[in-house]
């Protein structure tokens, strides 16, 4: 069974940056296509980034190209979301999921992580 285990999250001022990691196990990172989904309260689960396995493919939310960049390191079974110039619309909780569909879409996912919050101030 994947476990994955995100963290990185916090609380930032407009402008700001942090920097998610998700911790996985099963060498899932080499295994599945990767992804960072956010939910803010009332709004559906949305896709922020996704990177494949084997060749590295990447695939941006438009709301996160030119600010977020999503990667992984094979040898630490962790992906990562480094996120510059933070805005208050992406304070969500922020999960990381594996599955084996190249797609964007929540349903599409096989495994979860329990999120990490990121709130944005103005």
């Known amino acids: 069974q994947v476990q994955l285990v995100e963290s990185g999250g916090g609380s930032v001022q407009a402008g700001g940056s942090l920097r998610l990691s998700c911790a996985a196990s099963?060498?899932?990172?080499?295994?599945?296509?990767m992804a960072w989904f956010r939910q803010a309260p009332g709004k559906e689960r949305e896709g922020v980034a996704m990177?494949?396995?084997?060749?590295?493919?990447?695939l941006y939310a438009d709301s996160a190209k030119g600010r977020f960049t999503i990667s992984r390191d094979n040898t630490k079974d962790t992906l990562y979301l480094q996120m510059n110039s933070l805005k208050p619309e992406d304070t969500a909780m922020y999960y990381c999921?594996?599955?084996?569909?190249?797609?964007?879409?929540?349903?599409?996912?096989?495994?979860w992580g329990q999120g990490t919050q990121v709130t944005v101030s103005s």
């Open positions: 999921a594996a599955g084996y569909r190249w797609s964007m879409r929540a349903a599409d996912f096989d495994y």
């Open positions: 099963e060498n899932a990172v080499n295994t599945y296509h």
């Open positions: 990177i494949s396995t084997g060749i590295t493919a990447t």
